[in-house]
């Protein structure tokens, strides 16, 4: 069942055809965001939406365990994620279009996420993306993808299992972006294959 609609804050999108996703007021746990509100579709993660820490004071996001991203969402704003700090899986469905780039990282500092899935489809991983995001063993990166922003990745120190599939052929890379900097667990043929498709900075 989805989590009761008071534990979120909302608000009408910008162009008023659905739901931003403004804050969480619930207890934490598993969550599972739903896909309507008010008879209107939840088109966004908004900025901080669920971010765990504010000025060093731990906020109510932090306790979320899980959560689950309806496949209505189609974007996710920055830092929408940052320091929620127990979640440990995250799967962002295929609907997402857009991953905003992030003042902190849009999901920089969850410290227990271990495996992330990206949607198909997606075109650009902005820079800040996952920074220090210490425990990231696992991500895919999608066949759509175009770009990679600056620190995208930069200290995910675990990230073992990186997925890139055959069909991608060339990425842009922020040129002295560093976005693989510090994810010194990489396997050789993974550097390998990240320097054919344009990769030139340190790992």
């Known amino acids: 069942m989805p989590?009761?609609?008071?534990?979120?804050?909302?608000?009408?999108?910008a162009d008023r055809k659905g739901v931003v996703i403004t804050?969480?007021?619930?207890?934490?746990?598993?969550?599972?965001?739903?896909?309507?509100?008010?008879d209107l579709p939840v088109l966004e993660i908004g900025k901080d939406a669920f971010r765990g820490r504010v000025n060093n004071n731990w906020q109510r996001a932090s306790y979320i365990?899980?959560?689950?991203?309806?496949?209505?969402?189609k974007i996710i704003r920055q830092d929408a994620f940052y320091?929620?700090?127990?979640?440990?899986?995250?799967?962002?469905?295929?609907?997402?279009?857009?991953?905003?780039?992030?003042?902190?990282?849009?999901?920089?500092?969850?410290?227990?996420?271990?495996?992330?899935?990206?949607?198909d489809g997606l075109k650009v991983i902005p820079s800040y993306a996952f920074p220090s995001c210490a425990?990231?063993?696992?991500?895919n990166l999608p066949a759509s993808l175009e770009s990679i922003g600056q620190s995208a990745f930069i200290s995910c120190s675990a990230l073992t299992d990186l997925?890139?599939?055959?069909?991608?052929?060339?990425?842009?890379?922020?040129r002295g972006g560093s976005a693989f900097l510090r994810c010194g667990k990489l396997p050789i043929r993974t550097r390998q294959r990240l320097?054919?498709?344009g990769y030139r900075d340190e790992f």
Request: glycine share 8%; net charge negative.
């Open 195 to 197: 320097q054919e498709l």
């Open 65 to 73: 365990t899980s959560i689950v991203i309806p496949n209505s969402v």
């Open 135 to 139: 425990k990231l063993t696992a991500i």
């Open 163 to 174: 997925v890139i599939p055959d069909s991608l052929t060339s990425i842009r890379f922020t």
């Open 3 to 13: 989590t009761p609609v008071s534990d979120f804050s909302y608000g009408q999108t």
């Open 83 to 119: 320091y929620a700090a127990n979640i440990t899986s995250l799967v962002i469905p295929d609907s997402v279009e857009t991953i905003e780039e992030g003042d902190f990282g849009t999901f920089g500092n969850m410290s227990n996420l271990t495996r992330v899935t990206l949607p």
């Open 23 to 38: 804050g969480y007021t619930g207890r934490g746990g598993a969550i599972l965001i739903p896909p309507t509100i008010e």
